[in-house]
């Protein structure tokens, strides 16, 4: 895990900071607390008012590619655990956008948590049921191309085929043709589209997003996965202000896995084996829906 030499009054330091200072209230409030426990965790590593802008821009203008590649993991891992996530019932599209996060900083794990190897199109289609079309239609399509799952491919290719031609945002339009390309090995079609994809930004996006669009690089680096080396040679990089060509070939020249970029310090440190683990193995305690008790206010304020 990596010094960086940011000061220590950026927003990722002092968000690590508030879940050290509420780690020490809750060892005192409730001494030897079970690590595992989903109502501690939640109350503990609550966002509430976090703020990392300030640290993403100064790695970007840094050009600190690794460090912005465990920056997005940190965050990722943060973002997906079981602590917010239940295990197969994420938000709706959150699924598509954080994988595509995970694959553009080599975060296989993450990847194959959000979309677990032996979930089926049965399970997908339940999942899906009554949610924004792009979580129907994206999530089952992204896996199907991860895995080369026949059964979910042939599930999700007629059915992206079909959301290609209706009136969607032209963004989810784009990546979506975009990854039926891909698969297809229509490497020119693919590289058109996934430009598109960096081009067609909506307003849902963050500026934070637009500065540097992480989830056209998780959509390029997946074609590193499905094409062969002559294929992928031959995909062409986006020609556009949002897809960074210096961080694709820094991520094309470095296959290490990420790390996180901020480690707790204690009373926090267990929480760095936690957000790294394999967490489909761990004794996690289910969330107590009980109201808290009144001290525990404290640890969000």
């Not at 409030?29 to 990392?52: R, S």
């Not at 499905?226 to 556009?240: H, N, S």
Request: glycine share 4%; hydrophobic share 40%.
């Amino acid at each position: 895990m990596e010094n960086n030499n940011l000061g220590q009054t950026d927003g990722f330091h002092l968000f690590i900071q508030d879940v050290t200072d509420r780690c020490y209230k809750m060892d005192k409030l409730e001494p030897g607390w079970n690590h595992y426990d989903l109502k501690h965790l939640y109350y503990i590593l609550y966002y509430f008012h976090a703020d990392f802008e300030d640290t993403f821009y100064n790695l970007l203008a840094n050009k600190d590619w690794r460090g912005l590649s465990n920056y997005y993991y940190q965050r990722c891992r943060l973002d997906i655990c079981p602590v917010y996530v239940p295990f197969d019932d994420p938000p709706s599209g959150a699924g598509f956008f954080e994988a595509l996060t995970a694959m553009a900083i080599g975060d296989d794990k993450s990847v194959e948590h959000l979309f677990p190897a032996d979930r089926t199109p049965k399970k997908y289609n339940e999942i899906g049921k009554g949610e924004y079309p792009l979580k129907r239609v994206g999530e089952v399509l992204l896996a199907g191309i991860w895995y080369q799952d026949h059964a979910l491919l042939d599930y999700a290719v007629p059915r992206a085929e079909k959301f290609v031609t209706g009136k969607w945002p032209k963004w989810e339009a784009a990546a979506i043709a975009y990854l039926l390309a891909l698969q297809a090995h229509d490497v020119a079609k693919a590289g058109e589209y996934l430009e598109n994809a960096c081009k067609v930004l909506h307003t849902d996006f963050t500026s934070v997003e637009k500065k540097l669009f992480i989830y056209g690089h998780g959509l390029y680096r997946l074609a590193a996965r499905v094409l062969d080396e002559d294929e992928f040679q031959k995909l062409p990089l986006p020609e556009y202000k949002t897809f960074s060509k210096e961080y694709a070939m820094w991520r094309s020249s470095h296959s290490e896995l990420p790390q996180l970029y901020i480690p707790f310090p204690e009373p926090a440190a267990f929480l760095n084996d936690l957000l790294t683990a394999d967490w489909r193995t761990l004794p996690w305690v289910p969330f107590d829906p009980s109201p808290i008790p009144a001290e525990w206010l404290e640890l969000i304020q």
